[in-house]
């Protein structure tokens, strides 16, 4: 079956960086849309940055400036490298594949990786 096996979450102080990875297999990586999202304790999901099969981000807007999203579709890989860190940016971050083809979508989550910034 498909999998998405993030990795690179831990512990940093704010104002650091973690750089997240997450490796997909058993799909066409190249054609699928790619993102991370993030969940808090208490809060719904949320987008945290995506990127298109032809390589266009978009990124919530208090990510914007701090955090790049990156694909390597040699390596069946998107990166989430966040830098200036901070507490407020604590969540397990999920990594997250579509591709859309009406009306079938395809639509997989990884396990998560847990990403905790102390002040």
């Known amino acids: 079956q498909v999998q998405l096996v993030e990795s690179g979450g831990g512990l940093v102080q704010a104002g650091g960086s973690l750089r997240l990875s997450c490796a997909a297999s058993?799909?066409?990586?190249?054609?699928?849309?790619m993102g991370w999202y993030r969940q808090a304790p208490g809060n719904q999901r949320e987008m945290v940055a995506t990127i298109t099969s032809g390589g266009s981000a978009n990124y919530a807007d208090p990510m914007k400036g701090r955090f790049t999203i990156s694909r390597d579709n040699a390596k069946n890989t998107v990166y989430l490298q966040m830098n200036n860190l901070e507490p407020e940016d604590t969540a397990v971050y999920y990594c997250?594949?579509?591709?859309?083809?009406?009306?079938?979508?395809?639509?997989?989550w990884g396990q998560g990786t847990q990403v905790t910034v102390s002040s």
């Open positions: 058993r799909i066409i990586f190249s054609i699928y849309a």
């Open positions: 997250n594949a579509v591709w859309l083809q009406a009306p079938l979508k395809y639509n997989y």
